[in-house]
DNA sequence: TAAGAACCTGACGTTGACGTAAAGATGATA
DNA sequence: TATCATCTTTACGTCAACGTCAGGTTCTTA
């Protein structure tokens, strides 16, 4: 159902790619390509008070958090993207919020960091340090993503010899 | 919409195996191998409870929910290992107990036919109706056990693919 | 500018998957 | 045979992850 990539942009001052040519004929939201909280669920598949209940859970970051004159929640493709990538994990995984929170807190400081990142050139060994910690933080995820593939793999392996046997015995009477 | 996660605070207890280590000191419960509630839930990783509500839910066939005298519940070998597998589809899977009943469903059929098979001889038409039935059943959890490996996949290569990028750039600024 | 759609914040309700406590029956063991 | 661990049913409690309703505000559009 969701089968856009879509690679988070894992760095650079790309930013780019305003998706201004969304769904319905109207006019920007938020004079740039900002969706509202509606048009996010649609497009993510859920609905608002889900994606409100994960802003209260601490679940999108500070950028996600912040509001925009009128108090209306207003979300960058961006943003949508995350959600889509927290939905995704929280559905492969099988993990709760709690846990999804754990293993994304570092991508939410790493949203900070890129910020620090983009504004003003930081150092080569600031850099480092950054870069660093992404890795740490997709090995994590990537530990768990391979651990559910290998029980997965063993359990279509065990599923597989069943099936041939049973085949077997209906050729073989 | 939402698969509803294990409400199970760790992961897996599983410690299998000691299956005789259990039966050092103690008579053997059921004149056979069976065994009784306790034991059963030490031995795949749950409680009582759960098992208990697993019957009251139909996850159980015929045989587990028959009650031998005295009113204990009693347990074969087969019975167990039949719960370790709900168990882990319910895990891996991360669907709902309901729709973990439809998907086994059939199982619990076949676990009656099975009992007609041994008892006696069904005609060669019988074997292969029952043999078949089998086969659909099998088909259908290889059929959602390969979808979520697909989607594991992806998620895989999208994360490996975003770790080569991140050490691209620690060799190179 | 007036109406209606969409959004806001509480706050209470619901559902699934069990946990837990009570009061008594059963089984194993000394 | 007494004792104690384990089992039984019944029934209410709990927790996560939302759903839903009320009363008010903001946006969009005719």
């Known amino acids: ?21 969304s769904a319905s004929a109207s006019a920007p939201p938020g004079a740039r390509g900002e969706l ?34 009128g108090g209306h929640r207003l979300y960058t493709p961006d943003e949508v993207q995350w959600l889509r990538e927290l939905i995704r994990l929280r559905d492969l995984l099988g993990v709760s919020l709690e846990q ?19 504004r003003r050139q930081p150092g080569r060994e600031r850099r480092r340090e950054i870069l660093l910690e992404a890795l740490g933080h997709l090995d994590g995820q ?23 046997r049973v085949k077997a015995r209906l050729r073989s009477p």
């Open 36 to 69: 509202r909280i509606g048009d996010v669920a649609r497009l993510v598949g859920t609905t608002p008070r889900t994606i409100r209940y994960y802003e209260e859970m601490g679940l999108l970051g500070e950028a996600a958090t912040a509001r925009p004159a």
């Open 1 to 21: 159902m969701t089968p856009a990539p879509a690679t988070r942009p894992s760095a650079s001052a790309s930013a780019s790619a305003s998706a201004s040519a």
């Open 100 to 118: 999804l929170g754990e293993l994304v807190e570092a991508e939410a400081a790493r949203a900070l960091l890129r910020e620090e990142w983009d």
């Open 142 to 164: 990537l530990e768990l993503v391979r651990d559910r593939l290998g029980q997965l793999r063993t359990l279509e392996d065990e599923l597989t010899e069943r099936r041939r």
